[in-house]
C-alpha cells in the first residue's frame, strides 16, 4: 500500500510513551460497547468481564520513553490511513446532503482512558460513542500479523476502516437505534442485531477502499488479499475456535470470518452506501 509522504490527519492523540498517571474510569453505555468489543479478539468475554468492573480509579505505570523511530512509523501510516477515511467519509456525506464530523483517534501502549472506561490493549481496537474516537494499541497489529498470520499494511488499514465504520454508523444513528433495542430484545436477539452491526462496518470498511482507491490509488498488488485475511482472521469462529477450541455460535459478535469477507468485499466492489443494509437481509 503506497502511503508514504501523503497527507496526514491531524485527528490523531499519540499517547504512547507518555508518563502515568491516575485516571477515573466511568461506565454506561459505552461500556456495553467495549465490552462487545472486546470480544474482537478475545473471543471470551468470560475472560475479559472482570475487567469490565471498573474501577473509579487505575493506575496506569509510570513511564516515559521517546518513540523509536518503528514506532513513529506506525503512527504515521495510521494519521495517513485515518486521513484518507476522512476524505472518503467528508465526501460521500456531502453528496447526501450531511456534514461528516471527524473521530478522533488516540495510540497508546498497555493501559489508557477513553469515554468508555479503561482502554487495555488486550480489548483489541476499538470505537468509544461517547467521546467518539477510536482507541488503537499498535500491539494489536503485530498480534494479528503474528498470531492471527494476517500480515501486512492493508490488513492494518482495514482493521483502522473497519473502526471508523463505527463512526459512520454513530453519526448516521445506526448505531442508537441499535443500542436502544438492548433491553427490549433477548440477549439472544440482541447479539445477533449485534453481529449485523459488525459486519454493516466490514462493509463500510470496504465502501472506504473502493472509494479511497479511486482518489488516491493506493493499492498495490496483494493489498486486497491482505485485508481479506484480516477480515478472515478476525472472524469470531476463527477467534473461538482459538481460545476455546470449538464454535458457540450464540456468543457470535462479529460474523463469522465468510460473512465479514463477503461483506467487506461487497462494499469494496461496489463502493455503494445503498448496498449496505444488513439489517433488513435475509442473506446475512
Ligand atoms: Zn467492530
Not at 71 to 81: L, P, T
Not at 88 to 98: P, R, S
Not at 157 to 165: L, N
Not at 215 to 238: S, T
Amino acid at each position: 500500500m503506497r502511503w508514504r509522504d501523503r497527507r496526514q490527519s491531524s485527528n490523531v492523540e499519540d499517547r504512547r510513551g507518555s508518563s502515568g498517571r491516575k485516571i477515573a474510569v466511568g461506565g454506561g453505555l459505552g461500556t456495553l460497547v467495549v465490552a462487545i468489543l472486546y470480544l474482537l479478539l478475545g473471543g471470551n468475554l468470560g475472560d475479559n468481564a472482570p475487567d469490565l468492573q471498573l474501577s473509579p480509579q487505575v493506575d496506569i505505570p509510570a513511564e516515559s520513553r521517546p518513540l523509536t523511530a518503528e514506532e513513529q512509523d506506525a503512527g504515521k501510516f495510521v494519521a495517513v490511513v485515518l486521513a484518507d477515511t476522512e476524505d472518503v467519509w467528508n465526501m460521500l456525506f456531502e453528496k447526501q446532503g450531511k456534514s461528516y464530523q471527524e473521530p478522533k483517534l488516540v495510540l497508546f501502549t498497555d493501559l489508557t482512558t477513553s469515554g468508555c472506561g479503561a482502554a487495555r490493549s488486550a480489548s483489541g481496537p476499538f470505537y468509544c460513542p461517547e467521546d467518539r474516537t477510536v482507541y488503537i494499541d499498535l500491539g494489536f497489529f503485530a498480534e494479528i500479523q503474528e498470531r492471527l498470520n494476517a500480515p501486512g499494511d492493508f490488513a492494518m488499514a482495514y482493521v483502522i476502516a473497519h473502526e471508523v465504520g463505527h463512526h459512520v454508523q454513530n453519526q448516521l444513528g445506526i448505531m442508537e437505534r441499535v443500542m436502544s433495542q438492548r433491553d427490549r430484545i433477548s440477549e439472544r436477539d440482541f447479539s445477533q442485531v449485534m453481529v449485523r452491526l459488525e459486519l454493516q462496518a466490514d462493509f463500510l470498511a470496504g465502501v472506504w477502499a473502493h472509494r479511497a482507491q479511486r482518489m488516491q490509488n493506493f493499492l498495490e498488488e496483494g493489498d486486497i488479499e491482505e485485508g481479506i485475511n484480516a477480515a478472515g482472521a478476525v472472524g469470531d469462529d476463527r477467534i473461538q475456535r482459538m481460545t476455546q477450541g470449538y464454535v458457540v455460535p450464540d456468543a457470535f459478535t462479529h460474523g463469522t470470518s465468510e460473512q465479514r469477507i463477503r461483506w467487506f468485499l461487497k462494499g469494496l466492489r461496489s463502493g455503494d452506501l445503498s448496498e449496505g443494509d444488513t439489517f433488513s437481509t435475509n442473506d446475512l
